[in-house]
DNA sequence: CATGAATGAGTTTTCATTCAT
DNA sequence: TATGAATGAAAACTCATTCAT
C-alpha cells in the first residue's frame, strides 16, 4: 500500500466506524484494523485523535462545498439559486449518509462545540461562504424577510437537517420529487 | 440534606454537566463531587449510569409536556393552537437552556438512538402527543399540507430547534416578538 | 421480634446465603434483608463480618459435635463406635447440606486458612476431640494401622467428605444401606 | 522480555497468589505487579478474569494429564496401574503444592462450580479420562467392589485430596515410602 | 435499640499513546 | 517507515461499615 492509500483507508475507516457507531465505539485500534494499519501507523498521518476527528471534519466540508458550487452560477436568478443550494445541501446528507451522520457527531461533542467556539460564526452547515453570500444578497436586496442572517439560515437548513435525518434512520423516504418539494416549501418560509 | 434533596442534587449535576461538557465530561465521580455526595450515592437512586441518563431524559421531556399543556385548550383555532405549541416550544428552550443542550446530547448518542428505535415515532420533540396529535388533525382536515407526517414535523420543528441552539450559544439574542414572528414564520411554511 | 431471635435470623439468613452463594454472592446488605432486619442491626449482633463468618463456622462446629455425642458410648466395642462415629457425620452431612456447604466455603478462604493456623491440629472435621480421643486410642491398642494420626484422619473422613459433595451435588443418591456400606469400606481402610 | 515469557510471567503470578490467598487476595492489579506488567497487558493475553482463572485451571488439568500419562500402560495388570495413578496424582500434588491449592480453590468458587455442571462428570480429578477409563473397566472385570462408579472415586481419590493437603500444610510430611503405602491402602479399599 | 442512607476505598476493565523492533 | 505489544490513567460500579435519626 503507497503512503497515500495508507491515510484514505484511515480515514475512511475512521469516518465508517465513528458515523456507525459514534465516536465511543471507534477507539483507535479498531480503526487501524478496520484501515488495515498498524495502531502506531495511524500516528504517522495524524499527531492524535483529536487532530483526525478534527481532520476529518474538514474533509467532508471540503466535499459540501464543492457539491454546493457544482452547477452554481451567480448568473442565474436568486431563487433557482436558492433552490439549488437547498436541493443541493439535502441531496447530498441523503446520498452521504455516512457523511451526515459524522457531521452530526461531531457538532454533538466536545469536538464541535470547540469548533463552533472558534468560529463565532452560526450557519449551521459549516463555513460554506457560498451559502452566506447568497443569503447577504437575499437580505440587501430585500428579497428575504427581514430576519437577521443567522435567523434565516435556521429556517432555510434547520428543516434540511432534520430532515436528512429523518431519512437516513428511515422514518421517511426521500424521492427526488418530494426534495423538490420540501425546498420549495422552505423557499416559501424565507422569502418576503 | 433530606433524601429527595439528594436525589435532586444528584440529577442537577448530572443534568449541567452533561449539558455543558456531554457525556464524556461528566464522569460518575465529577457528578458526585458537583452534587455534593459520595460516589456510591448516585448508584442508590439511579441503579446504573445508563439508568441515571434515560431518567434525567425523561424529566426533561415530562417538563417539556407540561409547559405544552399550560394554557393550551383544544377550543381554541387551529392557528392559534399551533403558535401556542411553536412559541412555548420555542420559550421552552431558550429558558431552559441547560434542558435543550441536555436533550441534543442525549438525542446524538446510543442513548438517544435506542431510545429513538423503541418509539418508532419520528418526532424531534420527544413523545409529545398533543403535537402529533394537533398535526394529525390538521393533515386530515387539509389545514396543513399534504406531506407525510414526519416532514411535516421537521418543517415546522427543525427551524425552532436550530434557532434555540443558536439562542443559546449566543449568536443570537431571541426577545419575545422574535419568537411570535418566527413562529408564524413556520406557520406559513406547513400551513396550505 | 424479640433480641435472639434477631440473631437467629441473622444466622439463618447469612448461612443460607453463603452456603448456595458462596462468600461472594452474600453481602452484609443482602444477609440484612433476607434476614429482615437492617444492614446496621447485624453489627449490633457481630463485630464485624469476619467475626459473623468465624461465629457461623463454630455454630455449625457445635451442631457436629452435639450430633456426635448422640448415642455415642465409650462402653461398646471399638469398631461400633468408628461406625457411629463415620455414619453419624456422614449423616450429618447430607441432612445438612447447607452446613455442609458452608463449612466447604469456609475451609477454602482466607478464614478457612487462617482458622486452621489458629488450630495447628489437622482434623479435616474440625476440632471434635471425640474422633481424636478415639484415633489415639485405636492407634495405641494397635487396632489402627501404624500411621501417623493424621492420616489415618484422612483416609477414613476424606472419602466422607468427598461423598457429602458427591451427593449434595445431586452425582448420587446415597440411602442409609449404602452409608453403611461404605462406612463400613472405610474402616477397612484404616484398621488392622 | 518476550512474548511468551510475559505470558508465562502473568501465568505464575496469577497462580501463585491466588494459590496463597484466594481469588480474593488476587486483584488484577496485583497480579499485573506481582508479573512485573502493566495493569493493562494482562487483558492482552486473557481477555477478562474469567478466562483468564478458567485457562490457568485448564493448564493445570493438562499437567494432571501429562504426569497420569507418564510411565502408564493398558499392558500393566490392573493393581500396578491403580497403584500408578495414586501414587503419581499423590505425588504430583505435593510436589506441585501451588498447583493443588489453586485447584481447591476453583473448585470451590462460582467458577468451579460452573465447570462441574458443564461437566456432569463427577470425578473429583477433574476429566482424568485415564482413571475413569480403569475405574470402569475394574467394575465391569468385578475387580473393584460393587459401587457406583463416583463411591469408588470418593472412595480412593478422597484419601489423596485430603493427604496432599495436609502436607501441604505442613500437618504431615509425606516421604516416598508412606506414598506407597498410603495408595495401597486406598486399594484396598475398592478392591473387592 | 434498630435502622438504612451515605460513604469512599477498592475492583475490573478500556483505550489513547508510546517506543523498541 | 510501519508495527503492535505494552502501558497506566481513568471510568463504572460494589460493598463493608458508620452514624444521624
Redesign the pocket.
Same mark, same amino acid.
Given at each position: 500500500m503507497s503512503?497515500p492509500d495508507?491515510r484514505e483507508e484511515i480515514v475512511r475507516a475512521a469516518l465508517e466506524l465513528i458515523a456507525e457507531q459514534g465516536f465511543?465505539g471507534a477507539?483507535? !485500534?479498531m480503526i487501524a484494523e478496520q484501515a488495515g494499519?498498524? !495502531?502506531?501507523?495511524i500516528? &504517522?498521518y495524524f499527531e492524535? &485523535?483529536?487532530v483526525l476527528i478534527n481532520e476529518l471534519y474538514q474533509e467532508i466540508e471540503r466535499r459540501i462545498v464543492t457539491a454546493l458550487h457544482q452547477g452554481y452560477s451567480r448568473e442565474k436568478p436568486f431563487r433557482e439559486r436558492f433552490l439549488h443550494l437547498g436541493t443541493t445541501l439535502l441531496r447530498f446528507f441523503i446520498t452521504s449518509p455516512v457523511d451526515f451522520r459524522y457531521v452530526e457527531q461531531f457538532h454533538n461533542s466536545p469536538y464541535g462545540v470547540a469548533f463552533r467556539r472558534d468560529k463565532l460564526l452560526g450557519d449551521s452547515t459549516g463555513g460554506c461562504d457560498v451559502i452566506k453570500e447568497l443569503f447577504e444578497l437575499g437580505v440587501q436586496q430585500q428579497i428575504l424577510k427581514d430576519f437577521p442572517l443567522v435567523i434565516l439560515f435556521d429556517l432555510f437548513f434547520g428543516p434540511v437537517v432534520s430532515l436528512a435525518r429523518d431519512h437516513i434512520l428511515g422514518f421517511i423516504e426521500l424521492d427526488e420529487a418530494m426534495v423538490q418539494r420540501i425546498i420549495e416549501s422552505c423557499w416559501d418560509t424565507v422569502r418576503r
Open positions: 503512503k495508507k465511543h477507539p483507535m !485500534a494499519v498498524g !495502531a502506531g501507523t500516528y &504517522r492524535n &485523535r483529536d
